[in-house]
Nanobody, 121 residues
Framework: QVQLVESGGGLVQPGGSLRLSCQAS????????MGWYRQAPGKQRELVAR???????NYGDFVKGRFTCSRDNANNTVHLQMNSLKADDTAVYYC???????????????WGQGTPVTVSS
């Protein structure tokens, strides 16, 4: 099995910054993509940022240069640096990883438990 543990969420004022982290552990063969999704109340889950093991990153359109997603492959960790936060960024942020487990040929998506981010004055 593969576990994803997130940290770093919380309350921040508009214009502020937060850094989220997520570490994968367990029976990991290869992590292909690793990144973040978010879900606000009453809305569908949406992509925030996702980085491949080759280093390329896709961002949601709403990011507009405010967030940076980075991976530490040696430690199976992904970070999300969020700057210039707005009230609309309030959501539960979920870590996601597409992983091939050790001794397996198939790939599966794994999710963290979610960490809440609230942007409010």
């Amino acid at each position: 099995q593969v576990q994803l543990v997130e940290s770093g969420g919380g309350l921040v004022q508009p214009g502020g910054s937060l850094r989220l982290s997520c570490q994968a552990s367990g029976s990991i063969g290869t992590i292909y993509t690793m990144g973040w999704y978010r879900q606000a109340p009453g809305k569908q889950r949406e992509l925030v940022a996702r980085t491949s093991n080759g280093g390329s990153t896709n961002y949601g359109d709403f990011v507009k240069g405010r967030f940076t997603c980075s991976r530490d492959n040696a430690n199976n960790t992904v970070h999300l640096q969020m700057n210039s936060l707005k009230a609309d960024d309030t959501a539960v942020y979920y870590c996601n990883a597409n992983v091939r487990q050790r001794f397996s040929t198939s790939r599966n998506d794994y999710w963290g438990q979610g960490t809440p981010v609230t942007v409010s004055s």
